[in-house]
Structure formats: C-alpha cells, structure tokens
C-alpha cells in the first residue's frame, strides 16, 4: 500500500515539477501525518479509498488532478479535540501547492474543496467534483455493517481521549445531522449506490449507543 500510493503521487505530482527532491520530501511529509499512532480512520487506508474512487468516476470529473490534490491533503492535519482541521489542512495545502508552482486558481479550488468536507456541504454548486470529493469521503456510511462497523470502532479510538458519556452525546449529534439532511449523498450515483445503506447503517448505529 505504502509504494503504491507513493508511486500515485509521483504520478501525479510530477506533471507540475521535476524536482525530486521535493516530491519525496512532500510525500515524506505526508506520510508522516497520515500515519501518526492517533490515527485510525483518517490514515492511508482512508486516502487510498479515496484516490480509488478517482479512478473509478475518472469519466464524470472535471479537474481531477485537482480532486486528487485535496484528498491527499483533507485530512493532513487532524486533531480530535480540535475543529479548524479543515482549514488548517487548507492553509497547508496551499503552501505545498505554491511549491510546485501549480496554477493558483488550481491551488484556491483546491483549498476550497478541503474546507467543504468540514460540513459536507458543496461550497460551489456549479462544481461536480465538489459533490464527488464527499460523497467519496462519506463511501464508508454506506458500505455493508462490516465494513461500517469497523469504522465506528476505529473513529472511537481517535476520540479515545473522551469517555463514553461524551462520545455518545456528540457522535449521535453527528449522525442526527446525517439523517436530517435530505440527502446524504450529493451524486446521483452515489445517493442510488449507498444512500439507503447509510441511513440504515446510521439507525442501526444509534440504536448501539
């Protein structure tokens, strides 16, 4: 996995520079952050679902080379007790971006998509990708119980740090403002693909709690 997605970012990243040496010290840097003990869910396993989802609706996007960036860097800064991840993760986004020189309207599209899965709310409505980068970051509510089920357990070690009653009170928040929405998923792929397996999964979730 680990060669694979450092194969796909030399891929990737390697239309914009040829300095080596500052895509291996970017992809150090994140694989760094992604693999920090604290992180169960919101790791590489996590990124390298994503980037296969890419790959799969590559056809329906618009600016995927974009899309690719703002998942590699979504979640480059995640702290449980802390709500500004997102647009930490964008700050930092654009920092590297100008290091590769990528266009700048590239890098602010690319921020903006980060700072949209804070809420998973589209940010701009005339942008598909928008809508694809979070549903993908959603995928897992509507996967088999299984799969969902590790993905709870693996979200509570990452909020560790709280005990039960607290967990419970904002995780059910969390999940009450998923089924309140009127759609969990923005593309009519994945709303036909997985929404009723997510409202399902989030029920039978909120019943165990």
């Given at each position: 996995?680990?060669?694979d997605?450092?194969?796909?970012w030399?891929?990737?990243?390697?239309k914009y520079t040829?300095?080596?040496?500052?895509?291996?010290?970017?992809?150090k840097?994140?694989?760094k952050?992604?693999?920090s003990k604290?992180?169960?869910?919101h790791?590489?396993?996590h990124?390298?679902?994503?980037?296969?989802?890419?790959?799969?609706?590559?056809?329906?996007?618009d600016?995927?080379?974009?899309?690719?960036l703002?998942?590699?860097?979504?979640?480059i800064?995640?702290n449980?007790?802390k709500?500004n991840n997102?647009l930490?993760?964008?700050?930092?986004a654009q920092?590297?971006?100008?290091?590769?020189?990528i266009?700048p309207?590239?890098?602010e599209?690319?921020?903006?998509?980060?700072?949209?899965t804070?809420?998973?709310?589209?940010?701009?409505?005339?942008?598909?990708?928008?809508?694809?980068?979070?549903?993908?970051?959603?995928?897992?509510?509507?996967?088999s119980?299984?799969?969902?089920?590790?993905y709870t357990?693996k979200?509570?070690?990452?909020?560790?740090?709280?005990?039960?009653?607290?967990?419970?009170k904002?995780?059910?928040?969390?999940?009450?403002?998923f089924?309140e929405?009127?759609?969990?998923?923005y593309?009519?792929?994945?709303?036909?693909?997985?929404e009723?397996?997510a409202?399902?999964?989030i029920?039978?979730?909120?019943?165990?709690?």
């Amino acid at each position: 996995m680990k060669y694979d997605l450092h194969r796909w970012w030399l891929n990737l990243t390697s239309k914009y520079t040829d300095d080596e040496l500052l895509l291996n010290q970017l992809w150090k840097e994140i694989h760094k952050n992604y693999t920090s003990k604290k992180r169960y869910y919101h790791n590489l396993t996590h990124i390298g679902n994503m980037l296969r989802c890419v790959s799969i609706d590559q056809n329906d996007l618009d600016d995927p080379d974009t899309l690719n960036l703002a998942i590699w860097y979504h979640d480059i800064i995640y702290n449980a007790t802390k709500s500004n991840n997102e647009l930490k993760s964008a700050e930092f986004a654009q920092k590297r971006l100008k290091k590769l020189q990528i266009d700048p309207k590239k890098i602010e599209n690319c921020a903006n998509l980060i700072i949209s899965t804070k809420k998973h709310e589209i940010l701009n409505t005339q942008n598909e990708d928008n809508a694809y980068l979070l549903d993908w970051d959603l995928a897992i509510l509507g996967a088999s119980w299984k799969w969902y089920e590790d993905y709870t357990q693996k979200i509570r070690k990452e909020y560790a740090m709280f005990p039960d009653f607290m967990y419970k009170k904002g995780r059910k928040k969390v999940l009450q403002h998923f089924l309140e929405r009127p759609r969990i998923y923005y593309t009519e792929k994945y709303y036909d693909l997985r929404e009723t397996n997510a409202r399902n999964n989030i029920q039978k979730e909120l019943t165990l709690l």
